[in-house]
């Protein structure tokens, strides 16, 4: 429940932050961001919410946030999580996807997750970047499939820099405005409903193929 309060309240929670950590807190906010993007067992962690409060608290008078720190800082630990995602994916994925007749680390998953790559992959990395838990696994995937390195650094480069410069300049210009300063908790809940339903509706919709008859 603690954790879901902080996640609903940022905004209150990001100023303490702050007054703890002073300068430090590039740090820790650069540290949230590249283990959201680029630890398997963190997705958990706020991104699209935390980016959006930080850019309305940069815009704040009493904030001692600088949004240009922001944008470059988060920029970075978006783009390095997501190559270290991948580089992760690429050398545990040979070693455990070997079996042929394991349910989760079947070598056919393995190809089939290439071939995906190959096929959709700038697409993927891109779009996941907006997807909270989906933008966690995708790089790692994507280095299972051993998607080429060079065009999966160019999607990610430009997912990074879409994704963090976007909620942060949302944040900054539209988290003052005093109806979504009140309402700030109802904001975070709606960009994180919002932001999960792609993933429900491609559930939905797997479901619905698997349950159709052959």
Not at 17 to 25: D, K, L, S, T, Y
Not at 117 to 132: D, S, V
Request: hydrophobic content about 55%.
């Amino acid at each position: 429940m603690q954790f879901i309060d902080v996640i609903l309240h940022l905004d209150q929670h990001l100023n303490q932050w702050v007054a703890f950590c002073g300068p430090w807190i590039y740090l820790v906010l650069f540290l949230i961001v590249f283990c959201e993007t680029g630890v398997v067992v963190t997705p958990f962690l706020p991104g699209d919410s935390l980016l959006f409060a930080l850019g309305a608290l940069a815009a704040s008078e009493s904030s001692v946030l600088s949004l240009p720190v922001l944008l470059i800082a988060l920029g970075v630990a978006a783009i390095l999580g997501d190559a270290v995602n991948y580089a992760i994916g690429r050398f545990i994925g040979p070693k455990i996807f070997q079996r042929e007749d394991s349910f989760w680390m079947n070598k056919k998953h393995l190809l089939r997750a290439q071939a995906f790559y190959e096929k959709h992959g700038g697409k993927t990395i891109i779009l996941a970047r907006f997807m909270p838990i989906v933008r966690t696994f995708a790089p790692f995937v994507a280095g299972i499939g051993k998607m080429n390195y060079g065009r999966f650094a160019m999607y990610n480069v430009t997912g990074g820099v879409i994704w963090v410069f976007s909620f942060l300049l949302a944040g900054y210009f539209f988290g003052n405005i005093p109806t979504i300063k009140t309402n700030f908790h109802i904001v975070i809940l709606a960009i994180i409903v919002i932001s999960v339903l792609p993933i429900v509706f491609e559930f939905i919709k797997a479901r619905r193929l698997s349950s159709k008859p052959m």
